[in-house]
């Protein structure tokens, strides 16, 4: 699905495309321009559970997809809509959202049913971790359905995580929480001075104290 989506925003055979999994084996990177804006795609090999990955190229090819998640600024997965979220995939997820991507859960092929999606998220909101910070997406690469409001998410995910948040708002919320759990603390306060920010795109956050 993943080298589909490409072919069809790039209006051309691109990657190559086969109606089996597996096809992709290494990142591959296509720079393009879409709407006046750059745009790198990471074209990344499947990723699946660790038991069944047997050949040393899978493995490279596993190391290679992780290290372009964490070289991305936002991460797009691609979930089969007619097979549903697996458990690799809530994996998956976990693992993009603690190395501290944007994430974007994008179903495709869903031009094969007809699903209330309102119904079709209330469920999902017990199955993805983090729901909260995710956006679903529902898209069809073959028809170019929702392949324009992707871009939309793209880059509405980029500006959030690298929006500037002043320093005292930080030290106010670090406080709030202090507070609220100071009472968990039997044996010695934790003594915190202040907070700022290190880094965006992941986000972090130093501490002194």
């Known amino acids: 699905g993943k080298s589909t989506l490409i072919n069809k925003i790039l209006n051309k055979n691109r990657l190559i495309v086969m109606d089996k999994p597996g096809t992709t084996r290494d990142s591959i990177y296509v720079p393009f321009k879409i709407y006046d804006d ?32 964490k070289c991305s600024h936002v991460v797009l997965l691609l979930i089969d809509f007619y097979n ?28 094969l049913f007809i699903v209330d999606r309102n119904i079709y998220i209330n469920k999902l909101k017990n199955i993805i971790p983090y729901f909260n910070i995710v956006i679903i997406h529902f898209m069809s690469s073959c028809f170019n359905i929702g ?57 972090i956050f130093i501490l002194h104290g």
């Open 38 to 69: 750059n745009y790198v795609f990471i074209d990344t090999a499947g990723l699946r559970k660790k038991k069944n990955v047997i050949e040393k190229l899978e493995k490279y090819s596993v190391i290679r997809s992780i290290r372009a998640v």
């Open 84 to 111: 549903g979220i697996s458990e690799q995939d809530v994996k998956l997820m976990k693992l993009i959202i603690d190395i501290g991507k944007c994430l974007i859960v994008i179903f495709n092929k869903c031009d």
């Open 147 to 203: 392949i324009h409001r992707l871009f939309f998410y793209i880059n509405l995910s980029y500006s959030c995580s690298i929006k500037k948040i002043s320093n005292i708002f930080f030290n106010k919320l670090l406080n709030y929480i202090f507070f609220k759990q100071e009472k968990r603390f039997l044996t010695k306060k934790i003594q915190i001075n202040y907070i700022h920010i290190g880094g965006y795109n992941p986000l």
